[in-house]
Protein backbone atom coordinates (compact mmCIF):
# COMPACT_ATOMS: atom_id res chain seq x y z
CA UNK A 1 0.00 0.00 0.00
CA UNK A 2 1.14 3.61 -1.06
CA UNK A 3 -0.35 6.69 1.05
CA UNK A 4 0.31 10.78 0.63
CA UNK A 5 1.96 12.15 3.58
CA UNK A 6 1.15 16.44 3.01
CA UNK A 7 2.82 18.97 4.80
CA UNK A 8 0.74 22.60 4.53
CA UNK A 9 2.20 25.10 7.15
CA UNK A 10 0.60 28.48 5.62
CA UNK A 11 3.09 31.52 5.01
CA UNK A 12 5.59 28.50 4.23
CA UNK A 13 6.06 25.47 1.40
CA UNK A 14 3.72 23.00 1.39
CA UNK A 15 5.55 19.50 0.51
CA UNK A 16 4.10 16.07 -0.37
CA UNK A 17 5.80 12.74 0.44
CA UNK A 18 4.82 9.20 -0.35
CA UNK A 19 5.09 6.53 2.17
CA UNK A 20 5.20 3.12 1.53
CA UNK A 21 2.82 1.33 4.33
CA UNK A 22 2.88 -2.10 5.28
CA UNK A 23 -0.80 -3.70 5.61
CA UNK A 24 -1.15 -3.37 9.77
CA UNK A 25 0.46 0.32 10.98
CA UNK A 26 -0.73 2.36 13.13
CA UNK A 27 -0.32 6.33 13.27
CA UNK A 28 2.86 5.91 15.24
CA UNK A 29 4.11 3.91 12.26
CA UNK A 30 3.17 6.46 9.51
CA UNK A 31 5.52 9.05 11.03
CA UNK A 32 8.31 6.48 11.43
CA UNK A 33 8.35 5.36 7.89
CA UNK A 34 7.92 8.85 6.57
CA UNK A 35 10.93 9.45 8.34
CA UNK A 36 12.74 6.62 7.19
CA UNK A 37 11.96 7.24 3.85
CA UNK A 38 12.10 10.81 3.57
CA UNK A 39 15.19 11.58 5.44
CA UNK A 40 18.88 10.62 3.94
CA UNK A 41 21.89 12.82 3.27
CA UNK A 42 21.01 14.91 0.04
CA UNK A 43 16.87 14.72 0.81
CA UNK A 44 15.16 17.92 -0.40
CA UNK A 45 12.24 16.96 1.78
CA UNK A 46 13.25 15.69 4.66
CA UNK A 47 10.36 14.84 7.11
CA UNK A 48 11.62 15.10 11.12
CA UNK A 49 9.39 14.64 13.97
CA UNK A 50 9.22 14.19 17.79
CA UNK A 51 7.44 12.87 20.36
CA UNK A 52 7.00 12.75 23.92
CA UNK A 53 5.21 10.10 26.22
CA UNK A 54 2.86 11.01 29.03
CA UNK A 55 2.06 8.87 32.06
CA UNK A 56 4.16 5.79 33.67
CA UNK A 57 5.26 3.25 31.65
CA UNK A 58 3.61 0.28 31.02
CA UNK A 59 0.52 1.59 31.81
CA UNK A 60 1.37 5.58 30.59
CA UNK A 61 -1.15 7.85 28.70
CA UNK A 62 0.79 7.53 25.21
CA UNK A 63 2.86 8.99 22.63
CA UNK A 64 2.01 12.92 21.86
CA UNK A 65 3.47 14.33 18.89
CA UNK A 66 5.53 17.43 20.10
CA UNK A 67 7.24 18.78 16.79
CA UNK A 68 6.56 18.14 12.96
CA UNK A 69 9.52 19.05 10.57
CA UNK A 70 10.46 22.39 13.08
CA UNK A 71 7.19 23.79 14.48
CA UNK A 72 7.02 22.31 17.90
CA UNK A 73 3.85 22.98 20.69
CA UNK A 74 7.04 24.84 22.74
CA UNK A 75 7.15 27.21 19.90
CA UNK A 76 4.10 28.85 20.97
CA UNK A 77 2.97 31.18 23.31
CA UNK A 78 -0.77 30.79 23.27
CA UNK A 79 -0.51 27.23 24.09
CA UNK A 80 -0.59 25.38 20.48
CA UNK A 81 -0.30 21.45 20.24
CA UNK A 82 -0.34 19.04 17.37
CA UNK A 83 -3.95 17.57 17.43
CA UNK A 84 -4.49 13.95 15.76
CA UNK A 85 -7.10 13.60 14.17
CA UNK A 86 -8.71 10.29 12.84
CA UNK A 87 -11.22 10.52 9.49
CA UNK A 88 -11.21 14.44 10.24
CA UNK A 89 -12.30 13.63 14.20
CA UNK A 90 -10.78 14.01 17.06
CA UNK A 91 -8.93 10.29 18.09
CA UNK A 92 -10.23 8.67 20.79
CA UNK A 93 -6.66 7.13 21.47
CA UNK A 94 -3.11 7.84 21.18
CA UNK A 95 -1.25 7.44 17.87
CA UNK A 96 0.67 4.04 19.58
CA UNK A 97 -2.48 2.60 20.14
CA UNK A 98 -4.96 3.76 16.85
CA UNK A 99 -4.40 0.67 13.79
CA UNK A 100 -5.26 2.39 10.80
CA UNK A 101 -7.24 0.99 7.81
CA UNK A 102 -6.80 1.44 3.97
CA UNK A 103 -8.47 4.65 3.49
CA UNK A 104 -8.27 6.17 6.71
CA UNK A 105 -7.14 9.84 6.89
CA UNK A 106 -4.57 10.82 9.19
CA UNK A 107 -4.16 14.83 10.64
CA UNK A 108 -1.93 16.68 12.90
CA UNK A 109 -3.13 19.73 13.12
CA UNK A 110 -1.35 22.76 14.86
CA UNK A 111 -4.09 24.19 17.10
CA UNK A 112 -4.52 26.47 20.09
CA UNK A 113 -5.49 23.90 23.26
CA UNK A 114 -8.73 25.24 24.43
CA UNK A 115 -10.45 23.56 27.47
CA UNK A 116 -14.12 24.37 26.18
CA UNK A 117 -13.19 23.84 22.37
CA UNK A 118 -11.22 20.58 22.56
CA UNK A 119 -11.35 18.80 19.74
CA UNK A 120 -12.59 21.44 17.46
CA UNK A 121 -10.37 22.74 14.91
CA UNK A 122 -10.31 26.40 13.84
CA UNK A 123 -10.01 27.68 9.98
CA UNK A 124 -6.47 28.85 10.38
CA UNK A 125 -5.09 25.82 12.12
CA UNK A 126 -1.90 24.40 10.50
CA UNK A 127 -2.18 20.96 8.92
CA UNK A 128 -0.17 17.82 8.44
CA UNK A 129 -2.46 15.35 6.57
CA UNK A 130 -1.77 11.92 5.92
CA UNK A 131 -4.41 10.13 3.87
CA UNK A 132 -4.48 7.05 1.96
CA UNK A 133 -3.23 7.16 -1.87
Not at 19 to 26: G, I, L
Not at 52 to 58: I, L, V
Not at 65 to 77: C, K, L, M, P, Y
Amino acid sequence: MSFTLSIDIPGTSSQTYTVNWPQTANAQTLLELAYDQHTYPGSTTPFHFGLAFYGTPPSGFGYLVSTINGTSETDSASGEYWQFLLNGQSSQYGIDETMLNDGDTVEFEYSPYNPDLHGITGPNARKAQVKAA
